[in-house]
């Protein structure tokens, strides 16, 4: 197995695989990229090249990334001239697992014994996948989030024949390249989409309820909780609020709802324990110190007080003009 991880191959140029090309590429990591022909490569390396030139003119890129893209990223004629050399590949086509099975069965025919296969999956089990990977103890889920250049997280999962020592390496290679990656068990969803659509699934109930409209549930989410999220998971918040509190609203959730709102048996073993969050010194954080809480809560506070600051000076998103518009 790979000991580190310097030389990379994305196979898919479109959106997804191009966007973590570039930001393979910016980081001084050689990508050769490839797609389903040389033609549709070609075009795709001038539409990366162009949107980095753009993305540094607009201050969304440091200065020097387009150069260092254009310097790192090269194209290949096939996936096999792609893979051929590369310590890691990551597969980005479209989320069909036909599709997936027939390129990553290419890909680890041609690739190096040690080479290392990710795939960049949203919802598709790595069992799923595994199944057309020869040697598939090297092989595991390295999703990204759209717009790969500038969504810090990454989600990895190993299948069952994955060989652990593989995650310490692209843990590293990501890290290198300033991306936060959290390993999760091979499930449907994994946990970045498991969440986001049960908010999108309540969103549309709460919409069709007609409690609110679905500008307004908008409003909600990103100027109260989604507000609090590029800081802290719901763990960390609900340590912040109290975790006996979050207990007490959920019984009234229950009450309303039935079972699909009961309190989660985690936060009664919790409670029941006597950990009440921050506030007590104990929740699911662990323990705090009287000291680390105070730190804790000043991060907090300066951390909401730049957001309101960064939201003001950006001015509001198109959405919502359009919502004032149509409103």
Do not use: W
């Amino acid at each position: 197995m790979r000991a580190m991880i310097n030389s990379v191959a994305v196979i898919g140029a479109g959106y997804m695989g191009g966007g973590i090309a570039q930001t393979l590429a910016a980081a001084g990591m050689s990508v050769t990229l490839a797609d389903a022909s040389p033609e549709a490569t070609a075009k795709a390396l001038v539409r990366l090249l162009a949107e980095a030139k753009a993305f540094e003119a607009q201050g969304l890129f440091p200065a020097g990334a387009a150069d260092a893209i254009a310097a790192n990223l090269r194209t290949a004629d096939s996936i096999e001239d792609a893979v051929r050399e590369v310590d890691f590949i990551e597969e980005a086509v479209f989320e069909v697992p036909a599709v997936k099975h027939e390129v990553l069965r290419r890909i680890s025919a041609a690739a190096r014994p040690d080479a290392i296969i990710g795939t960049n999956t949203s919802t598709l089990p790595v069992a799923v996948l595994a199944p057309a990977v020869e040697r598939p103890e090297r092989f595991l889920t390295v999703h990204f989030s759209n717009p790969a250049p500038f969504i810090p997280g990454v989600e990895l999962v190993a299948g069952v024949d994955t060989d652990p020592a593989v995650i310490p390496v692209v843990k590293e290679m990501l890290a290198r390249v300033k991306r936060s990656s959290a390993q999760v068990a091979d499930t449907p969803g994994f946990v970045l989409n498991r969440l986001q659509y049960v908010l999108l699934k309540e969103s549309n109930a709460i919409v069709e309820e007609g409690i609110a409209t679905a500008e307004d549930v908008d409003t909600i989410v990103r100027t109260t909780f989604g507000f609090r999220l590029p800081f802290f998971g719901p763990f960390a918040i609900a340590d912040m609020a109290g975790l006996d509190v979050y207990a007490n609203c959920f019984k009234t959730f229950e009450d309303a709802f039935g079972a699909r709102f009961a309190t989660p048996v985690l936060l009664s073993t919790m409670v029941a324990e006597g950990k009440h969050g921050l506030k007590n010194g104990a929740g699911f954080y662990g323990t705090f110190d009287e000291s680390m809480a105070a730190e804790i809560v000043a991060y907090r506070n300066k951390a909401y007080a730049r957001m309101a600051q960064l939201l003001e000076e950006l001015g509001p998103s198109p959405f919502e003009k359009q919502a004032a518009r149509t409103g």
